[in-house]
């Protein structure tokens, strides 16, 4: 299912990035990497902000959308 499904609070794993290439090229930049556990924080207006590693990000709802949990 897609990263934006997840509830806040939640910490989930990710199990596949899609899109084109770019796209996964950024989204591995930043952090989201397969396997890799990352934790919901809170979602506003379909943006998601997610605790990866030691950084929180914003990631918003059509990027988030390519992140498969």
Same mark, same amino acid.
């Given at each position: 299912?897609?990263?934006?499904m997840?509830k806040?609070? /939640?910490?989930?794993? @990710? *199990?596949k990035?899609t899109?084109?290439? /770019?796209?996964?090229?950024?989204?591995?930049e930043?952090?989201f990497?397969v396997?890799?556990?990352? %934790?919901v924080?809170?979602?506003?207006?379909g943006?998601? @902000?997610?605790q990866?590693?030691d950084?929180r990000?914003?990631?918003d709802? %059509?990027l988030?959308? *390519?992140?498969? @949990?």
């Amino acid at each position: 299912m897609p990263l934006t499904m997840a509830k806040p609070g /939640e910490t989930v794993t @990710i *199990r596949k990035i899609t899109g084109k290439d /770019e796209v996964r090229q950024h989204l591995a930049e930043l952090g989201f990497v397969v396997d890799s556990a990352i %934790t919901v924080v809170s979602q506003l207006g379909g943006s998601l @902000i997610l605790q990866v590693k030691d950084s929180r990000i914003a990631l918003d709802k %059509t990027l988030a959308n *390519r992140v498969l @949990i």
